[in-house]
């Protein structure tokens, strides 16, 4: 994506459950720009004022120079040699968990509303994407935590299907 659109740095930003500290996830960097991805880890949003405002009603935050922002984004930023980013909001049952960007570092785009959208398209499917895999990561998390809950019991527990009686789950002093 970042090649097809000419951009220095594409990446996604995904915030913490309480929503006070966002971290730079997945980051892919144009030949010559410097990565960030180390830089960006549990970044607090009280460091960088109410960010979320910058977003308008559709998710969208355009910023063609970055020195018309407030002075602690602007430093942030600056320090990642941004000249201009376009960042599409990841939204969650009215939630905001982050974004996907792109930055430029050579120039002051212009971004054409054909470019808007297909980025804003393209961030999107790789939100629901990516918000569908976070919460494979919990489930499983939460599977495994009940095992581990089972397995230490000084009881016999297993499951099986109802219908075809097939061994569903044993736990460890059941095994034993």
């Known amino acids: 994506i970042g090649k097809k659109f000419g951009v220095s740095r594409a990446y996604v930003l995904e915030d913490s459950r309480d929503g006070r500290i966002t971290s730079n996830t997945f980051e892919w960097c144009n030949r010559g720009v410097r990565p960030e991805i180390e830089n960006l880890k549990c970044v607090p949003y009280a460091e960088i004022g109410n960010y979320q405002d910058n977003f308008d009603e559709n998710g969208i935050f355009y910023c063609r120079d970055i020195k018309e922002l407030p002075d602690e984004q602007y430093g942030i930023l600056a320090n990642q040699d941004i000249q201009s980013m376009l960042q599409c909001a990841i939204w969650d049952k009215g939630k905001f968990h982050g974004f996907v960007g792109f930055d430029d570092c050579d120039i002051h785009r212009l971004w054409t509303q054909?470019?808007?959208?297909?980025?804003?398209?393209?961030?999107?499917?790789?939100?629901?994407?990516?918000?569908?895999?976070?919460?494979?990561?919990?489930?499983?998390?939460?599977?495994?935590?009940?095992?581990?809950?089972?397995?230490?019991?000084?009881?016999?527990?297993?499951?099986?299907?109802?219908?075809?009686?097939?061994?569903?789950?044993i736990n460890r002093q059941t095994q034993q």
Not at 156 to 161: E, G, L, P
């Open 114 to 169: 054909e470019q808007i959208d297909a980025l804003v398209l393209i961030s999107e499917m790789l939100s629901v994407f990516l918000l569908k895999e976070r919460a494979q990561e919990k489930t499983e998390r939460a599977a495994n935590q009940m095992k581990t809950v089972l397995d230490n019991q000084n009881l016999w527990i297993y499951a099986i299907d109802k219908e075809t009686y097939e061994l569903l789950y």
